[in-house]
DNA sequence: GAGTGGTCTAGACCACACT
DNA sequence: GTGTGGTCTAGACCACTCC
């Protein structure tokens, strides 16, 4: 499967052309042991916490030099899916992490300090059938298996966050209100350790809405009051979306960091 | 000032240890080439848009080897502080560039597609002195001298972004109304062109609040109603501060549109 | 064809962590 | 000490752009 060791970079085989490509698409030798790689983090051969083969036991495997292994996992790494360790080598990356806990969470206090984890208040967590929008977000079909939860998230003792996630129904079979309530750590966490799904990257789309009634008291604020929207979309390996999360935010005390480069 | 070609990495120069480091910060040789590039980039050796020398001519001014200078050049690409392209050589990073235009702009409009440049109106455009707020952010002294501007922004004629800018006196001495009004391109262009200011990362605090009646009447909506509060701090080479941006934004047909990973 | 960035290899040595 | 990732070099060849 893989080229012999001594091959040059033009006899590589072809990357596959997906039917209407443009282009021809020349993929690098490195390009394509990042795909294998991929497929085992996918497999689960290996798993979020555990350490990877070492870069000369890949090289071995993939029959290639160990710089080709090293370009293919710099790229792994510069898209958080791997975390290298100078001595001691190279983890699949997980939400657990104490240094990345709550990595999707952009919400901070003014004050500029992290804080505490937040406390948890679930209102409701239950089966249903996929709305139409729900569904186009999640890759499913209108009426499909949904798993809706809604929560309240807490600083301090103030309401900050209200949350609704929707989950398709076949990952998520089987999770309760009990475990969104007692599982301690991050919910990403969780869906790695209990169902085996872990969310590699997310896009979101923010708004300034007016709180409801019912928002609005489940917030602690008055009603028409703005609060931010925040829509998000949440894929695990190979850009599968498994989550939609739609979270209202008080920006009184809080407000939402963002890095642009 | 290079270590000789034949140095092994165990003989670099040590770096310089700044006063009060916690660790003696071991510095690669890449490092140090990049931070001579940048020395270069922030000096105006090399101007945004143009070609700076080839990987071959670098290695051979720092006496180096090529792949040295290519993780140098690779980190600088990271950042977004120079653009490679193959065949034709690395460049100066420039708000210019068609296709990264409005780089640091995340509102796009709910139809998803990209639109044709705003229409801008310049409201004010005069000199003031900084309050502690403004000065705090721009590592200025309360009471230095900033330009003030304020501006609306619309999409096919209707106004959506109220911003006001502050920018250190300094460095944009002569910055004028009718500057900001008939330059073609984006604002942060026009720094580049007119000021030799390039801005190249910045932080935004985004918050939702309600519009007060001078400002829903610029925007065009009912006081009240919500609005998105983005106030960006943008940066140039080594991170000083040279703008201090407040935009409201209307995210009736637009949002905010963010990637996490 | 000449010049530029991009890929791949092979080997040496360094920094770090564990034991 | 051993094993891991991290750095550096030198040389070969490929892909792309322009003349």
């Known amino acids: 499967m893989a080229p012999a060791p001594s ?19 020349f993929s690098p030798l490195y390009r394509q042991i990042k795909a294998l790689m991929l497929q085992s983090l996918e497999a689960g051969e290996w798993k979020p916490g555990e350490a990877i ?11 290639v ?11 792994l790494a510069a898209e958080n899916l791997v975390v290298r360790r100078q001595g001691k080598g190279t983890f699949v990356a997980t939400h657990a992490e104490q240094h990345v806990r709550y990595r999707f969470l952009k919400l901070v206090p003014d004050s500029g300090n992290n804080e505490g984890p937040a406390e948890r208040s679930v209102l409701e967590c239950k089966r249903a059938r996929a709305p139409a929008e729900v569904a186009r977000a999640l890759a499913l079909r209108p009426g499909d298996a949904v ?3 809604r929560r309240v998230l807490s600083f301090g003792g103030v309401p900050t966050i209200l949350e609704d996630l ?13 475990q969104m309530t007692g599982f301690v750590g991050p919910t990403y966490v969780m869906f790695e350790v209990d169902f085996g799904v872990r969310m590699v990257r997310a896009e979101e789309k923010i708004r300034a809405v007016a709180a ?3 928002q609005a008291a489940l917030l602690k604020v008055e009603p028409g009051s ?3 929207s925040v829509e998000r979309v ?10 939609l999360r739609r979270g209202l935010y008080r920006t009184d005390t809080h407000h939402y960091r963002n890095e642009l480069s």
């Open 147 to 149: 798993l809706q939860a």
């Open 65 to 75: 030099s160990q710089g080709t292994v090293r370009k293919a996992v710099d790229e």
């Open 7 to 25: 091959l040059s970079a033009g006899e590589l085989a072809a990357a596959p052309d997906p039917a209407g490509a443009a282009t021809p698409a």
């Open 234 to 243: 949440a894929y695990t390996y190979n850009d599968v979306p498994m989550e």
């Open 53 to 63: 083969p070492s870069e000369m036991d890949l090289a071995t495997r993939y029959r």
């Open 226 to 228: 703005p609060l931010l």
């Open 166 to 178: 929707w989950l398709p129904g076949n990952a998520f079979k089987g999770l309760s209100a009990e």
């Open 212 to 214: 409801d009634t019912s």
